[in-house]
Structures are given as structure tokens and as C-alpha cells.
T-cell receptor, first 111, second 113 residues
Framework: GQSLEQPSEVTAVEGAIVQINCTYQ??????LSWYQQHDGGAPTFLSY????GLEETGRFSSFLSRSDSYGYLLLQELQMKDSASYFC????????????FGTGTKLQVIP | KAGVTQTPRYLIKTRGQQVTLSCSPI?????VSWYQQTPGQGLQFLFE???????NKGNFPGRFSGRQFSNSRSEMNVSTLELGDSALYLC????????????FGAGSRLTVL
């Protein structure tokens, strides 16, 4: 089966940069995604890496290295509204829509 | 374009009862998947439906079931509720299976007393 590990909590200062890591053990997958979830809200899609390397979307960047079974989400110019939980997720290969989510990282941005 | 709609948003049941949750995907989305979210276990995959067929199922007991209708709307049912079933149940839709973006609904928060 799939398993994805993330740090449970991260605290960072407003305006700074934070990196949230995701290490995984999986037998095969299409790509690594990242979702953001505010307290009481629904997870929302942030980024997807189908290939190794860096994907940049505004203040957010995501990286994947299949050889290292590792990915990360980089948040720049942190804002208070970035305080939320962040989940990495892998979509299993085979044409299915089964997505396995990581344990989630709760990011707290402090002034 | 309306998002993913889940009803009811909140509900309270007692042990032994059963519950049915509904999910209307984004118009045009034909793939629907369900997830259970609890503080201790995170987001756990329940099932995936496409073209009214369950294509995949997570590691949940048979008390958890679901179905999808011809209009792509989906329902999930939990019978003989247990305290441990208290959770946020999230539905996600995508245009087709294998799409790399899931759009989630706001969820149905179930409390079992």
C-alpha cells in the first residue's frame, strides 16, 4: 500500500519562507499533489508534480524526486492566511481515482 | 459553475442507527470519490465511483457502502453506526478517473452519540 509521511506541525514567521516535506513509500503512482485545508473548510488543490522537478504557482512551489521518494511544498512570502493544514497526496496509477493522502502538516504563521 | 455540494452539512446520530450522505459533483464531472477525515487518521479513502460503478474501495468494513446515479450524484451509507464513525465525510469530484485534481465539497460532519 501507499504511505506518506509529513511533519505534523510547522511554525513560521509572516513574510518568511517555509518548506513542508513529504516522504512516501508507494508501489506506483502518477504524480504528487498538494492540498490546503483551512480549519472547518474543504481541502483545495494547490499543486501537482507529474514529473520530477519544480513546479511554481505564484508564491507556492512544489518539488518531486521519484528517485528519492521525496517531495516538498515551498511557501514564500508567508501570509497569515496561509495558516492551514497541508496535505501531500499520491494518485495511484491504473486509471483509478484513488488518492492516498499524507498525514498532514499544520502550518501556523505568526506575526 | 456550482461546486461540489454535500448534504447534510451536519448531523447527529446515535449508535446503531444508519445514515445516508449525498454528494452532487460539479456539472460535467463524472468521477466521485469519498473520504473520511478524523483528527487521528487524517484523510482516508472510502470509495470511488465512475459511470455508476464502484471502481475502488478502501479498507473500511462492509457497513460503509455507496452508489452513484446516472446523473453522477453519489450517496454513501453507513449502517449500524459506531462511536468511531464520528468524522467529517468528504466527497470529491473530477471530470474523469485519473484526473490529477480533485475538487472537494465542504463535507458532512457526522457525530455519533
Amino acid at each position: 500500500g501507499q504511505s506518506l509521511e509529513q511533519p505534523s506541525e510547522v511554525t513560521a514567521v509572516e513574510g518568511a519562507i517555509v518548506q513542508i516535506n513529504c516522504t512516501y513509500q508507494t508501489s506506483g503512482f502518477y504524480g504528487l499533489s498538494w492540498y490546503q485545508q483551512h480549519d472547518g473548510g474543504a481541502p483545495t488543490f494547490l499543486s501537482y508534480n507529474g514529473l520530477d522537478g519544480l513546479e511554481e504557482t505564484g508564491r507556492f512551489s512544489s518539488f518531486l524526486s521519484r528517485s528519492d521518494s521525496y517531495g516538498y511544498l515551498l511557501l514564500q512570502e508567508l501570509q497569515m492566511k496561509d495558516s492551514a493544514s497541508y496535505f501531500c497526496a499520491v494518485q495511484e496509477s491504473g486509471g483509478y481515482q484513488k488518492v492516498t493522502f499524507g498525514t498532514g502538516t499544520k502550518l501556523q504563521v505568526i506575526p | 459553475k456550482a461546486g461540489v455540494t454535500q448534504t447534510p452539512r451536519y448531523l447527529i446520530k446515535t449508535r446503531g442507527q444508519q445514515v445516508t450522505l449525498s454528494c452532487s459533483p460539479i456539472s460535467g464531472h463524472r468521477s466521485v470519490s469519498w473520504y473520511q477525515q478524523t483528527p487521528g487518521q487524517g484523510l482516508q479513502f472510502l470509495f470511488e465511483y465512475f459511470s455508476e460503478t464502484q471502481r475502488n474501495k478502501g479498507n473500511f468494513p462492509g457497513r460503509f457502502s455507496g452508489r452513484q446515479f446516472s446523473n453522477s450524484r453519489s450517496e454513501m451509507n453507513v449502517s449500524t453506526l459506531e462511536l468511531g464513525d464520528s468524522a467529517l465525510y468528504l466527497c470529491a469530484s473530477s471530470p474523469e478517473p485519473g484526473a490529477n485534481v480533485l475538487t472537494f465539497g465542504a463535507g458532512s460532519r457526522l457525530t455519533v452519540l
